[in-house]
């Protein structure tokens, strides 16, 4: 679903309609965003649902884990699963095959012929702007400067929020998280404002990137 596209601008329609629907709701317009950003992403590929699923999963346990840890080991421990898991993730779809090849050419050069190993798959779209984004959350409550939120659904909006999911930028948690507590309003200017960056963005993707 591109961006300049009818489809996307139906969606995005539908979804701020829905959002200022329940925007007295908080609960609600929380698991109504959330559901609605893993409706846009599972349009380019619903397999791949399951890998940013897992990743907010994973990055919400260990923050809560996180928090409740004293002991420096086991919070280094905890670090270093969350931060392992999303580099092992990123590293498997994005630099496997780049990596089997400089081996391959590399022993080849030496005269070991081996068989060529490469990862028949598909980039999965954003993988790099959530994986970093939920490993930011996670060094944040460790370093203290962050407390983790206890609602998985709003953490959920946080990782997979559709606008910036497959193009960033990676925002952080701290910036994000407090204003999804605040009731909705609506501004003349900040409206008028976002109105003009987007027709801008469309202008600069169809008349210029294109």
Request: with cysteine; proline share 4%; net charge positive.
């Amino acid at each position: 679903m591109l961006f300049h596209s009818a489809d996307y601008l139906l969606f995005l329609t539908l979804a701020v309609f829905g959002f200022w629907m329940l925007r007295g709701a908080h609960l609600m317009r929380t698991l109504f965003i959330f559901g609605a950003s893993c409706a846009f992403y599972m349009a380019w590929s619903a397999h791949y649902i399951g890998l940013i699923l897992g990743s907010t999963v994973l990055d919400y346990l260990i923050g809560l884990k996180l928090h409740r840890t004293e002991r420096p080991a086991a919070r280094k421990a905890l670090l270093a699963t969350s931060i392992c898991a999303n580099l092992g993730l990123l590293g498997v779809f994005k630099y496997f095959n780049f990596f089997a090849a400089s081996v391959h050419d590399g022993l080849g050069a030496v005269g070991l012929e081996v068989p060529m190993v490469q990862l028949d798959v598909l980039l999965p779209v954003g993988i790099s702007f959530y994986t970093f984004q939920t490993m930011s959350y996670t060094i944040d409550i460790y370093r203290r400067q962050l407390e983790p939120t206890r609602n998985f659904f709003k953490f959920g909006f946080f990782v997979s929020f559709f606008p910036q999911l497959v193009a960033g930028p990676i925002v952080r948690a701290s910036e994000f998280l407090p204003q999804l507590d605040r009731m909705p309003r609506l501004n003349s200017e900040r409206v008028g404002r976002g109105l003009f960056l987007i027709l801008r963005g469309m202008v600069k993707k169809v008349a210029i990137a294109d």
